[in-house]
């Protein structure tokens, strides 16, 4: 029996269109956060300062934002005044990378209370994370405070500060380490000046076959000694950790090592067994340079930046990430 008369549908039944597309939108998301997460839990590359204390378990130095190639143009642009380019603490001195810096040399100076950090060698977990840039900005900024400072080259393999400080290579280190002259006459000759008052530098000389010997000998702990005895500062850049040996042996005669990282690049576990490495021989590590990290609008990321008031106090300040700033 038909009670009714049958009426057409005014609209389809299937398929709910808008419930698909608000579907489709929450399972995207929810597969995309997934994602992220997943990417974020297997990434165990450097990137934020609180990784430093947390994972590495070492004091944080200094973070260092990434200074741009511009060939003999500064950071801010203008024309620098003699050096390479990456002399940012010599060019451009009021910069904020210039004041990071500095406060690398006060977080070498409060490791040294009680009792004064007078060589310190700069090294990294493996090539190309700014070590002989971190070492040579470091050298500028102790020179600075009018204290005899000297910048040695123990990369005998590639060696760097010399073209750094528009020098020649040689003489240097291996001319001291070969010739049999007496060492205080060898030292004066390798000991050169450069055009920063207080700042002298050490270049490798010529490339030896057999670096690690060579630093390992007496005749270097001699003239590590000679330039103690005479109160030099002496800031030693040196190969990677992980690459070869010469740094740990260099680190075994120092009095404080600072471990240099790349933001975003160096992986935890190769700076952990840098760490461990430099543990090993007895090194005293001062602490982790944070270095290369993104800078955008005068803001550095991973949350620590100087701002233009910050300068003057020279104090870290620690602010949430800005709108225009790096997340």
Partial sequence: V?????????????????????????????????????WEYLDDRVRWPEQINTVL???????????????????????????????????????????????????????GVDQPLQIVVVTSSGPGEGKSTVAANLAVVLAQTGRQ???????????????????GQEPG??????????????GYECLRPTKIPSLWIVGSGPLPPNPSELLGSQRMKHFLQWLRERDYMVVIDTPPVLAVTDA???????????????????????ANAARHELEKVGAHLVGVVLNKATVKNGHYSYQYYYSKSDTADGVWRKTAPSETGTK
């Fill in 149 to 167: 400072t000297v910048l040695l080259d123990g990369d005998l393999r590639q060696p760097t500060a010399h073209t750094l400080l528009d020098v």
């Fill in 57 to 111: 378990h070492l004091p944080l130095a200094a973070v260092i934002a990434h200074i741009p190639q511009k060939g003999k143009r500064t950071f801010n642009g203008g024309q620098r005044t003699w050096g390479s380019a990456t002399l940012i603490a010599l060019n451009e001195p009021r910069s904020p990378i210039a004041e990071a810096f500095r406060s690398l040399r006060t977080s070498i100076q409060f490791a």
């Fill in 173 to 186: 280190l291996t001319n001291f380490m070969l010739q049999k002259k007496k060492e205080e006459d060898l």
């Fill in 2 to 38: 038909i009670t009714e008369p049958a009426i057409a549908p005014t609209s389809p039944v299937r398929p709910r269109t808008l419930q698909n597309v608000v579907l489709g939108a929450v399972v995207g998301l929810m597969l995309a956060l997934g994602v992220i997460f997943l």
């Fill in 248 to 270: 740990l042996i260099l680190a075994a005669e120092a009095d404080g090592v600072v471990l240099v990282t790349e933001a975003g690049s160096t992986r935890l576990e190769s």
